[in-house]
């Protein structure tokens, strides 16, 4: 079955630090990979997302993240993290067939930001 | 453009009680979703529409869930009777199609289970 594993449940970076959220993902194929930003009381904003090609991935906001298929893993990164930043993040990945379309997600990391 | 419309934002109700979310998606959005998202969890899939039809509901608890999307635009969710353990963020989402993922969320609705 498929599932996303978020190994963070919190983090904390000092604003003007780097920032990299770790996500591993068990799928039998190649999978489609997603990382949201969720802000209290909003829904969720697509950062970024990799359907195939260039593993290295740019998004939203400065982030990046990379599709490395021998660890199973989609990390996401920031060079420098801005206050603003401070959110829960999550990571997913895209279920295949009959129920294309439906997204699986981690349980999220939440980053605080210290000035 | 307008983005995925959810009300009420909040709502609290006594366990056994039932209550309805409704769902505006964004216009020409044929694909719609609800996610019930717990306290530290990722939002989980209750059920997905295509059009004002089923695709997947294999995780609506259906002794006590429906939804419907009746006309293929708007939909309600509904919970009756409700438990403790329902207490979570609804979230409403919405895409063209499903080949590509392009979700909008709502900002969904809190439910508190007393």
């Known amino acids: 079955a498929q599932s996303v594993t978020q190994p963070d449940i919190h983090i904390t970076v000092s604003e003007g630090a780097s920032l990299e959220l770790r996500c591993n993902y068990s799928?039998?194929?190649?999978?489609?990979l997603f990382w949201y930003v969720q802000s209290p009381g909003q829904g969720l904003q697509l950062l970024l997302k990799y359907f195939s090609g260039d593993t290295l991935v740019q998004g939203i906001k400065g982030f990046e993240a990379e599709f490395k298929r021998s660890q199973s893993s989609f990390n996401l990164r920031k060079p420098s993290v801005h206050w603003s930043d401070a959110a829960e993040y999550f990571c997913?990945?895209?279920?295949?067939?009959?129920?294309?379309?439906?997204?699986?997600f981690g349980k999220g990391t939440k980053l605080s930001v210290k000035p | 453009e307008a983005g995925v419309a959810q009300s009420p934002r909040y709502k609290i109700i006594e366990k056994r009680q039932s209550v309805a979310f409704w769902c505006n998606p964004i216009?020409?959005?044929?694909?719609l979703y609800w996610y019930q998202q717990i306290l530290g969890q990722g939002p989980k899939l209750l059920i997905q529409?295509?059009?004002?039809?089923?695709?997947?509901d294999s995780q609506l608890p259906k002794d006590r869930f429906s939804a419907e999307r009746l006309k293929g635009v708007d939909s309600t969710l509904k919970i009756q009777p409700a438990k403790l353990e329902d207490s979570a963020v609804y979230l409403c989402a919405s895409s063209l199609d499903t080949s590509n993922y392009g979700y909008t969320f709502g900002s969904g609705t809190r439910l508190t289970v007393v």
């Open positions: 997913a990945v895209g279920a295949h067939g009959g129920s294309q379309g439906n997204l699986i």
């Open positions: 216009s020409g959005h044929a694909t």
């Open positions: 529409f295509q059009n004002n039809g089923v695709v997947d």
């Open positions: 799928y039998g194929a190649t999978p489609y």
